[in-house]
């Protein structure tokens, strides 16, 4: 069991604030991202989590037990860097049994646990190779082997595949994960890569400037965004955003943008002023039948998709078509949109209007 617990975290440096106020729950067993922006507070996070640092206020519960204070050798949690910090003179199976005999672990012991470890990871070939001529992948995986032996409560990863090349990575991506599925051990992973992120979490924290924009599974943060941050950093492209002016009302089923009438999920909120019609480019349909109209500025060629850059009244706006549909730069073409996969903004707060679509997870969040 080992259940994370965030209460209202916060870390300054100096004047600084690197994490303000968060507050989220890792469940057991989760693969659990912390994802934003360089610099939004995901390493501060994590380390406080480990006991790296200590937070200037609020509480860290592992299993019920507060830990917000203790050092990182009195949590039972494993940080994994991002810069494999393997012994160089010593070969593969000294590198796992060392951190056991340093604990005092009898031999026979230690010899088990490292032929577990080493099935696990499928790295029983190289367990007498030294470590410094091992390919980039077998690194990972003895670094990995070094984590898992001591059989932490929970594994915190600091962006671990940062440092791999675009075909690897995806490779180590899949390994990790299913790694992970075969152990359901907790596992808190940082990344920048909204890709990364999507693919492999369970649950996904979405920082911006130290604080949390929004938490949940990857399938609520795209579909659900909580602000324009969050629509933005998530998806590619990333969500349309048609900015007018004017004023919803709880129940309203439709808005107007430029003259047209076009309809939205039932809204929960009241709101006037500076709004934004937000939608994904799969749910712009081009259609003869759209009054809503746009002029094609260029076209992107993806295989069974293209992305068509669009000049509309109320800003630039990509849509996802299949690559047979005729499209020419120059030509107007008419607009529709799955109303009920759109999301209003208020431009100023940047927050998401309560809607039938949305409504349940921003409750939750
Ligand atoms: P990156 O992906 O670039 O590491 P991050 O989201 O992990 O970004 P953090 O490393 O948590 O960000 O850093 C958040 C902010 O806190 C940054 O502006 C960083 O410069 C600052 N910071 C981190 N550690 C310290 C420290 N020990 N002293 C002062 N400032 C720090």
């Known amino acids: 069991m080992a259940q994370i617990i965030i209460k209202n975290v916060?870390?300054?440096?100096?004047?600084?604030?690197?994490?303000?106020?968060?507050?989220?729950?890792i469940e057991d067993g989760e693969f659990f991202m912390l994802l934003g922006p360089s610099g939004c507070g995901k390493t501060t996070t994590l380390r406080m989590i480990a006991?790296?640092?200590?937070?200037?206020?609020?509480?860290?519960?592992l299993d019920s037990e507060?830990?917000?204070?203790?050092?990182?050798?009195?949590?039972?949690?494993?940080?994994?860097?991002?810069?494999?910090a393997l012994y160089p003179h010593m070969n593969v199976r000294k590198n796992l049994s060392y951190p056991l005999v340093s604990q005092g672990m009898p031999r026979a012991a230690v010899k088990a646990k490292v032929a577990e470890v080493a099935s696990i990871l499928g790295i029983e070939k190289i367990l007498n190779k030294p470590v410094g001529g091992l390919s980039g992948g077998d690194r990972q995986r003895v670094a990995l082997g070094r984590a898992?032996?001591?059989?932490?409560?929970?594994?915190?990863?600091?962006?671990p595949l940062g440092a791999l090349d675009a075909e690897f990575r995806e490779h180590m991506a899949e390994e990790l994960r299913a790694l992970h599925d075969r152990m359901g051990a907790t596992t808190v992973y940082v990344t920048?890569?909204?890709?990364?992120?999507?693919?492999?979490?369970?649950?996904?924290?979405?920082?911006n400037n130290a604080v949390v924009e929004q938490?949940?599974?990857p399938q609520e943060i795209y579909d659900k965004p909580a602000t324009m941050f969050v629509a933005d950093f998530i998806g590619s492209p990333s969500m349309n955003f048609l900015r007018y002016e004017g004023s919803v009302n709880v129940g309203a089923h439709a808005i107007e943008l430029n003259g047209q009438v076009l309809g939205v999920p039932r809204q929960m909120d009241n709101a006037t002023g500076k709004l934004v019609f937000g939608v994904r480019p799969e749910h712009v349909l081009l259609n003869d039948d759209g009054a809503y109209r746009g002029e094609v500025l260029a076209t992107e060629y993806l295989g069974t998709t293209q992305i068509i850059t669009l000049d509309t009244p109320n800003g630039e706006l990509k849509a996802r078509a299949p690559s047979g549909q005729v499209a020419t730069v120059g030509e107007k073409i008419g607009l529709t949109f799955k109303s009920d996969a759109v999301t209003l903004f208020e431009e100023n707060t940047g927050r998401a209007l309560r809607s039938e679509l949305n409504d349940e997870v921003l409750s939750n969040g």
């Open 148 to 159: 898992i032996v001591r059989d932490p409560k929970a594994f915190m990863m600091d962006e």
């Open 10 to 25: 916060r870390k300054e440096f100096g004047d600084f604030t690197a994490v303000k106020d968060s507050s989220f729950t």
């Open 51 to 61: 006991g790296l640092e200590l937070p200037t206020s609020g509480e860290i519960y």
């Open 215 to 217: 938490f949940g599974t």
């Open 192 to 207: 920048h890569d909204q890709l990364e992120a999507m693919q492999m979490g369970d649950k996904i924290v979405v920082m």
């Open 66 to 84: 507060e830990i917000s204070q203790k050092p990182p050798s009195q949590r039972d949690i494993a940080f994994v860097f991002q810069m494999f």
